[in-house]
């Protein structure tokens, strides 16, 4: 029965051009191991299924099932019934087919093997639009239909840790730095600190090349054992933001193969600063980037930040999507933590670096590490349309530390960034009426399996 439903599912558009990939990579790869084809979850957490290597034609072919519940699922990957996407409705499958451009092989792994982007359609080809990647082409498409694109890259930070798979991580884990770098202290963009684990950076960087992933800048961060890797612009934010997915699998499996853990938790501890997903973005029509206009480059730039500053309460809890990240929201931790813009200024929300002329764009800087970059994405594309299609002129750029303004504060409280998202008509408008459902389920599902937790802290208080 289920092979005749699979000759029946019906390719999406441009599928043509998965057929001249596969050939392609045929051709270079002849003789493949594995194939592991990867699916983001609502989350940002990578699903899917590891696949012998002769199977690579018939995912091109005739795509791979996986049930449409995945976007369902908790960040534990535990199945949330208020979604309504599980047993009650037959746990149907929906159809995953290659993202194009994503084909790669994978340079860490023991054995040959190659890795897929999928994205989630149903039986006619048509996009399911709970899969966070369709909902950022609806937000592109969103764009087109006013004469913009935009284009978009990622800062990515994230912790190495000593390896600590057979052991308690209920305490504090051990940062690299205890057998690498000496004893824990902040050394900010060390020169040292990368040579020191000058092997793991340079298959990084080699790693990055071969699955044209357009790493950038590797710099040693404000925490021991922290660090950061720069993402190039793409004139397709789809592709940015499958390049911040992939980067950080790539992170994940070299760290392992070095002995190492790579984490882009949000907050692991108290005394350092968290991880946090810079997002710098530009539009253009056209004439090119509109920021840059010579008559009223500035003026559009400023609408764009009215517009993400007006929508920033609303949309926090796709840039802050975790329990953790919330920990992240602290004053003087380099995440910001109010409202409020400023031009060369990494304590606000919202930063216009300097930069030569036609580089103007704007720096998100509020997202966790751990967010969807998806989402993060939608969720800025679509404050800074509101904002050009407002025109409205933003309040004054913050001078000096923002931390120490009385603008108005993005709070640090999970439950009042998911009420201010579930009540918000705009939020639904920019990820779509089912997504923005399944979201508000998922994390008061999540919210209130942290609330059930008893902490060590309040056993040491009160037993």
Known sequence: MRETQRSAWTRPQGSELLDEELARFEAEYPDLDTVEVILPDSNGVLRGKWLPGSALRKVFEGGVALPFSLFGLDV???????TGMHIETGDKDGVCWPVPGTLRSVPWAARPTAQVLLSMHDRAGMPFLCDPRHVLRRMTERLAAHGLTATAAFEL????FEDQDDADWSGAPTPVFSTHLGPARQNMYALSDLEALMPLVDELRRSADAQDI???AAVSEAAPGQFELNLHYRRDPLRAADDAVLLRRLVAGVA??????????AKPFVEWPGSGMHVHVSLEDGNGNIFSDAALGEIRLGHAIKGLLDSMQAAHLLFVSTFNGFRRMQPGSYAPTSICWGHDNRSVAL???AGTPGSERIEHRIAGADANPYLVLTGVLSGMLQGILGKEAPPPPVEGNAYEKTAPHLTPWMDEAIDAFAASQRMKEAVGEDMHKVLVDIKRHE????????SSLERQTYL
């Not at 930070?157 to 190495?160: A, Q, S, T």
């Not at 392992?256 to 938790?265: D, Q, V």
């Open 76 to 82: 534990w990957g535990r199945e949330v019934e208020e």
């Open 157 to 160: 930070e994230f912790y190495l």
């Open 214 to 216: 357009p790493a950038d």
């Open 256 to 265: 392992r193969k070095h002995n190492l853990k790579a984490s882009f938790m």
């Open 351 to 353: 930063r216009v670096p």
């Open 447 to 454: 919210l209130f399996a942290f609330g059930r937790e008893i």
